[in-house]
Each structure stands twice: as C-alpha cells, then as structure tokens.
C-alpha cells in the first residue's frame, strides 16, 4: 500500500515563526502535492512537484515557498507564519502519466496548523 | 477556481438508505474520481469513472457520469454509521500536469 507519512498531526506556532511541514512518501511517485483545506473552500493546491528540484505553484502560493531535494520527501516552508495560515495541511503524491491509475492522489493523514 | 461543486453541502441520512451526491463540473474532463475523508484525516481514493464511461460500481458504490451536463453522482446503497465521513469530487484533465481539481465536499452524516 501507498503510504504519506506527514510529519506532524498537530502543530502550534507563533507569528513570524518559520514553519516546516514535512512529507514523505514511499512509492516512488514522481509528483508531490501540498494542499490546504479551510472549513467552506474545500482543497487548495498551493505547490505541487513533478520531478526532483522541480516545483510549480498552485492556486494560493503566496506566503508559502517549497523544497524537493529527495524523490520521496516534499517540504512545505512557512517563512514568516501569520495568523491567516491556520489551516489543516495535506500532502499527497501520484504518478506521472496520463494512464487513469497514474493521478490518483494518496494523500497523508493531515497536519493542523495553529498560528498565535 | 473550483471545477467541481457538491450538491448537497450536507446530508444526514438512516442508517440502511441510500445516501445520493451530486457533483457538477465546468470544463471538459478526462475522468473524474471520489474521495471520502474521514473527520480530521487524509482524503481516500474511492472511485474512478473515465469521461467515456457512463456508470461504475465498486461494492455499495455507484458513480454515474453526465459529460453533456457536466455532473456526475455518487450513491451509497445500504449506508452503514461507518460511511460518515466528507465526499469530494475531482476531475482530472490531460492538460492539467498532473493536477486533479478538487469540489467543496458534501458532509454525510449517518444516523443510527
């Protein structure tokens, strides 16, 4: 079975802090995906990867940078974390292709997010 | 901008009947796909339907797709208090990189 492995269930941080989300994953996908979910606004991709080194903003980028040195781990970075960042994080991964099987996302169990 | 729409927002059902969610979509598509996510966790993939097809089933699931009127829905025949969870619609198009488009959900709520 797929497995994303988030970091952390439940992270509490000040503003202004930098923040690092973690996510690993174990199938040798190529693409990585980061999300956002609020209450009413559904998911919010806000940077995905397709490659190593390779990054491509989402619809809500701003506030938010990424990193991906490794094929199976796909950082979300907070530089400078503000109270509007609250928000549960998700990370998911799917292969490349255009085959069905190839972009159905598996997704990690979450990261709430709490900025004071 | 959203691509898929859930109608209802929330649905609270017996449990045993069958719980129906629509989904509508804008553009063209090359398949759409269900999740279910559970209260504070991880979306699960449910279910995929490709554009060309018009009904799946997978267990107590069954998908419809209307690609003229840009819906499709999800029904849970025989609900079980366990199929509580979030329902969300995504669509998935061969220009989109990889991307899948998600919809706002429906909240389903079983009653014992």
């Known amino acids: 079975d797929v497995k994303v492995t988030q970091s952390s269930r439940y992270l509490v941080k000040r503003t202004g802090e930098k923040v690092f989300l973690e996510c690993v994953q174990d199938?040798?996908?190529?693409?990585m995906f980061w999300y956002r979910q609020d209450p009413g606004l559904g998911l919010r991709l806000i940077y995905f990867?397709?490659?190593?080194?390779?990054?491509e903003k989402g619809d809500i980028p701003e506030g938010y940078s990424v990193s991906r040195e490794k094929k199976e781990r796909f950082s979300l970075i907070l530089e400078s974390a503000s109270t509007n960042q609250t928000s549960m994080y998700l990370c998911?991964?799917?292969?490349?292709?255009?085959?069905?099987?190839?972009?159905?996302?598996?997704f990690g169990a979450g990261t709430r997010l709490s900025v004071l | 901008s959203q691509q898929g729409e859930e109608d209802p927002q929330a649905l609270s059902i017996q449990e045993g009947e069958n719980a129906t969610m629509n989904c509508s979509y804008k553009?063209?598509?090359?398949?759409l796909q269900w999740y279910r996510q559970n209260s504070g966790r991880g979306l699960v993939h449910l279910i995929l339907?490709?554009?060309?097809?018009r009904e799946k089933h997978s267990g107590r699931l069954r998908v419809t797709l209307d690609t003229s009127k840009k819906s499709s829905s999800l029904l849970i025949t025989a609900s079980r208090a366990a199929d509580t969870a979030s329902y969300f619609c995504a669509t998935f198009r061969y220009s989109s990189a990889s991307k899948i488009i998600f919809g706002s959900g429906t909240r389903l709520s079983i009653r014992p």
């Open positions: 990867s397709y490659d190593v080194k390779m990054k």
């Open positions: 339907i490709r554009s060309n097809e």
């Open positions: 199938m040798d996908h190529e693409n």
């Open positions: 553009t063209s598509i090359n398949n």
């Open positions: 998911a991964s799917s292969q490349l292709g255009q085959g069905d099987g190839k972009n159905i996302q598996y």
